[in-house]
Every structure is written in C-alpha cells, then in structure tokens.
C-alpha cells in the first residue's frame, strides 16, 4: 500500500505538480493543474491501448516543467497508447513523432490542413507560420534597448503563503515580466499583495491583501490598476466584441442616419438588441429561444420569428452598403474594416480588434463562444482603443499569461499592442513563462529557486541580459538563454 501511494505521489511529481499540498480543494486549482491531475491519475492506472487526448497541457507551466510533462506524455505512449496534443508549445511540437499542421490562418482563414509529417520535414518543406517560427525565420526580434525607468513601487515584507519576507520592486513606465518555475510564488505576489494593496489605496478593489510589512515607493504616480484576465467580457452572453469595444453606437448611429430609418423615424435604440423596439421580441435580440428540460441540459434552438437575425423584419429593411444590421454583426472584424472604410469613429474602435489579432472574430459573436485568450485580448483591445494617457493618467496593467493558447505568430501581434501600451504612458506587469514574452521585458523578477515550499523567494531582478550569467543555476535563465 505504501508503495502505491508512494507511485501516485511520484506521479504528481512528474506533471509539475509537485508544489501543491495534498489537502489543496479541487475548485482552486487551475484548468491545466486539475488536467494534470487527471494525466497522473492515468499514468498511475498503466492503461494500455486507450487514446488520450490533452488540450494544452503545458498551460501555466515554466519550460522546466513541461521537460517533466513531456517525459510523461512518452511513458503513456511507451505502454502502448496513443497520445494526441493540442499544443502551441514548441517543445511539446519537438517531442512529437507526427506534427498536424491546420491554418493557414484563424477564424474563415483558416480550417486546412496545411502540413503534416515528422518535425524534420516540417523544418525543411513546411510553408506555415509555424515552420517559419521553428525554423527562425518568423521569430520574434530582441529588442535593440531595454527601457530605462525613474519611478517604482517597492513591496516590503511579502510573507503570504510561501513567500519568503519577500521585497520586489515594480518599475513603472516599462515592460515588467515575473517569472519562476510553476508554484515558486508568483501569482501570490501580484494577484494577492500587489493588486490588492494598490486597489485598496486608489479604491477600487475590496479585496484583502495578504501579510507584508507594507508598500512604497512612486505610489500617487500609478492612478489606476487594471487586471486583465481571460474572464469572460461583459455580465451575459448579450454581450459581443463590438459593444465591448464601444464600436457599436457608432456603427448604430450610422444606420440611424439612413434615409429609410429618417423615414421611419427610426433611434439608434432601435438597432440594439438589449432594449425594445427593434429587437425580436420572441428571442428578446438572442437568436435563440432557450427550452428548459426537467432532467437534462438546456437546449438552445434558433429564433422562428427572426430566423437567429435578432431583429424584426422592418429593421432589418434598412441598409447601408447593400447590408442590414444583422449582416453587419456577422462579419469578421477584418471585413469590417474594410466595409467601413469611409467611416473613422467605426475603423478606429475596430482597428485594436486586428492589431491584437483578433481580426477573425465576428463583431457581433457571443462573449460565451470565446475562448479565455480572446476575451483577454478583446480587453487590450479596448484599452487600446482610449488612446494615450494624459500626465495626470498612469495606468499599472497587470497580464496572468497572456499567451495562453496563443500560437508564435499571434504572440508577435500580442507583444506589439502590450509596447503600445506602455507607449502610451502607462505600465505593464506579465506573470508569464514564455521565453519569447521573457525576452521582450526590460525588467525580469525571477521567483524561485523551486515551488511550493522551496520557493517564494526573488532569485533574480534585472534585465534579460544580465540574467544571463545565472543560466548554470536558474531554470528561468538556461531556458532564457535559448532565444537570446
């Protein structure tokens, strides 16, 4: 018996789970540490001849980490199974005996099947954005100067869970990346000290802020704090990219202003599916009619009176360009922006959308049916959208890993809207294990040396460069040392 619970607690190990506590509640952890999780369970049951299918197991894992992981996915492999990864990660595409290339792009663009063989061949014959990234030609550049910083803010005495009378500054105006192996400390850190004791002192958040001697430093330099997570966007499923975005009053007011709605006296209201007035009254502007079973899910069937349009016959009349309001919401963003290219309130509210790499979402999908990294992106894209700051606005920006189920090609897009930002006049802190994100900082907090109990304490502070030296000792700085 001892020897079996020994095996299973060797399995967590195994899948970098080796920092959680065994009485942890299942509802607090992660979606890739309850993945994990189910993966160890697995490995312990020596299955054979199953198929395991694994959606992005390396998610919120340091590059350590998923060596660990990978060994895993070859010893389920090695007992006789099938294993199928769908993976962004470049090293899980390495160990992999076959490469399923789909693309070539996202959303309408994408769907084929681009490229399909050994890793060997993909470098050589691939013509993908992923064989481009592999074989370096699409890699992201290092940037030719880090940015240099005046103000900071100073965290003093962090000892909330396993860290170590921690004391971390926070540069201000600049590209901050926290990094460490999984469990080391650094979600803790930010998500329990530092957001909560800046939120507590603008009034914005109510959170409680975990045990430190306190905080210091150019505080009445930030005068707002936002985290940006991959919760969904907006309160219910009404809500979309482009009301989100704040594109839609214009978009609404632009076929207000149509001859046949002056005619009728129509009101931007009448082009919204949230109030009365044009909206279908059967669906309530949904598109669906939702059927409630006593003893099974919910079923969800497309509006009769409206036909999924959202919107009464009468409204759906007037056009602009040949296309009615609901034609208009299902389009990508990319044509958008090409159908309202004479109109500028429009295309500047949309334009964040594409440079964020979202320009194959459509302006009027649901927030339900969009993916985490989406719903996070779609948030950039609106802070983006209300433009450069003033002297008195500084906004302290806080990422919990932005490229979550990024591909390469989309985390260059990515970076790019992140230095807008700071261009703008603000700071941006990433919590973040992509080497690529690491080496774009201009300044590197490292949390480590382990997880769990052998971590909590700030290993490194510095810029990628003279991180370094350090890559014998630190996980962070061998794997940093690859791309730079």
């Not at 389009?331 to 194959?360: C, H, R, W």
């Not at 433009?387 to 919990?400: A, E, P, Q, R, Y």
């Not at 006049?425 to 997880?451: F, M, Q, R, Y």
């Amino acid at each position: 018996l001892l020897k079996e619970i020994k095996n299973r607690i060797d399995y967590l190990q195994r899948v970098g789970l080796g920092y959680l506590t065994l009485n942890r509640l299942t509802n607090t952890l992660s979606g890739g540490e309850y993945q994990r999780i189910k993966l160890a369970t697995s490995l312990g049951s020596a299955l054979v001849g199953s198929m395991y299918i694994l959606d992005e197991p390396s998610i919120g894992l340091h590059p350590r980490d998923t060596d660990r992981l990978i060994s895993v996915l070859k010893s389920l492999r090695d007992l006789g199974n099938t294993v199928v990864v769908v993976e962004h990660e470049e090293k899980v595409m390495q160990a992999a005996d076959e490469i399923i290339d789909i693309g070539p792009d996202a959303g309408s663009h994408g769907g084929e099947l681009v490229f399909q063989g050994s890793m060997a061949d993909l470098l050589v014959h691939g013509n993908t954005h992923t064989a481009r990234f592999l074989n370096g030609s699409e890699r992201m550049e290092v940037p030719k100067h880090r940015r240099k910083w005046n103000d900071k803010i100073i965290i003093k005495g962090a000892r909330e869970n396993n860290l170590k009378n921690v004391e971390a500054e926070i540069p201000l105006g600049v590209l901050t990346v926290v990094t460490g192996v999984s469990g080391s400390g650094k979600s803790t850190l930010i998500k329990r000290i530092l957001y909560p004791a800046l939120g507590k002192m603008l009034g914005t958040v109510g959170e409680q802020t975990g045990k430190m001697e306190g905080i210091e430093g150019s505080l009445r330099k930030v005068t707002q704090i936002e985290f940006v997570d991959q919760n969904p966007i907006g309160k219910s499923s009404r809500s979309n990219p482009v009301t989100y975005v704040k594109a839609y009053d214009a978009i609404r007011a632009l076929f207000t202003d149509q001859p046949l709605s002056k005619q009728r006296n129509y009101k931007p209201a009448f082009f919204s599916f949230n109030v009365d007035g044009g909206r279908c009254e059967t669906c309530q502007g949904e598109g669906v009619v939702k059927i409630e079973m006593q003893f099974m899910a919910d079923i969800h069937l497309t509006c009769e009176s409206c036909k999924g349009q959202r919107f009464k016959q009468e409204i759906l009349e007037v056009k602009y360009n040949e296309k009615n309001i609901a034609e208009v919401l299902d389009m990508t963003i990319d044509d958008a922006m090409d159908f309202f290219k004479d109109e500028k309130s429009i295309i500047n509210k949309l334009a964040p959308l594409q440079d964020v790499g979202l320009g194959y979402i459509r302006l009027g999908q649901s927030s339900n049916s969009l993916s985490g990294g989406e719903a996070q992106r779609v948030k950039l894209a609106y802070f983006l959208g209300k433009g450069k700051s003033t002297n008195k606005d500084h906004v302290l920006f806080i990422f919990d890993e932005p490229t979550t189920g990024l591909h390469f090609h989309d985390i260059g897009k990515l970076m790019h809207s992140i230095n807008a930002l700071i261009e703008q006049g603000n700071s941006v802190l990433i919590i973040e294990h992509n080497t690529e994100v690491i080496k774009c900082a201009d300044w590197i907090i490292d949390l480590g040396p382990e997880g769990g109990d052998e971590g909590g304490k700030v290993c490194f502070a510095g810029t990628p460069e003279e991180m370094l030296p350090l890559k014998e000792d630190n996980h962070t700085a061998r794997y940093l040392a690859e791309v730079l």
